[in-house]
């Protein structure tokens, strides 16, 4: 028996595809995941630097927690949990009420806070989209140093076939 979807019921594909009337939510994330990637102290100058005059409060301190990591079998099939992952989070108010939130991979409270703050000025002006791009491609540069390593190590296994023992 094939179980089918009820009729309104979202599959994963779904959920998973952006709509094109979906383009800030698309590009928040762009933003959130390279701000998300990148080192502490990378951050940290950057607000130093630009934006040291800038009044804000934390919404949220920042708080480490556990989320679950779910994987698909062959990168497409059926979803299955992997396992746990360390991650702190953060949400800040600039002083004109702009409201920011990240999440980072491990427990570098000061880099979420940071993720946040630079969310919060996105939404608000988006002054820091040179800065972000800038990481993207340095983040997407170091991705295809790592992808040409990794294929320079690849080894194609093949079987020989000798004939018939008989």
């Not at 779910?70 to 746990?84: K, S």
């Not at 409201?99 to 570098?108: A, F, L, M």
């Not at 940071?114 to 972000?132: N, P, V």
Request: aromatic content about 6%; proline content about 3%.
């Amino acid at each position: 028996m094939t179980a089918h979807p009820a009729p309104n019921a979202k599959t994963d594909q779904d959920q998973n595809a952006s709509s094109p009337t979906d383009a800030k939510t698309a590009a928040r994330q762009k933003w959130m995941s390279v701000l998300a990637r990148t080192p502490r102290k990378r951050l940290e100058a950057k607000w130093s630097d630009t934006y040291s005059a800038e009044k804000w409060t934390h919404l949220r301190e920042p708080q480490i927690g556990m989320v679950m990591v779910r994987g698909r079998a062959g990168g497409a099939g059926q979803r299955f949990n992997l396992g746990e992952m360390t991650v702190t989070r953060c949400a800040v108010t600039l002083s004109d009420g702009t409201v920011g939130h990240s999440y980072v991979k491990g427990r570098d409270r000061v880099q979420a806070q940071y993720a946040a703050l630079f969310d919060a000025i996105m939404l608000r002006d988006g002054s820091a989209e040179t800065f972000i791009n800038d990481l993207a491609d340095e983040q997407a540069a170091r991705k295809r140093k790592h992808a040409r390593k990794v294929a320079a190590t690849k080894v194609d296994f093949f079987t020989l076939v000798r004939g018939e023992d008989e």
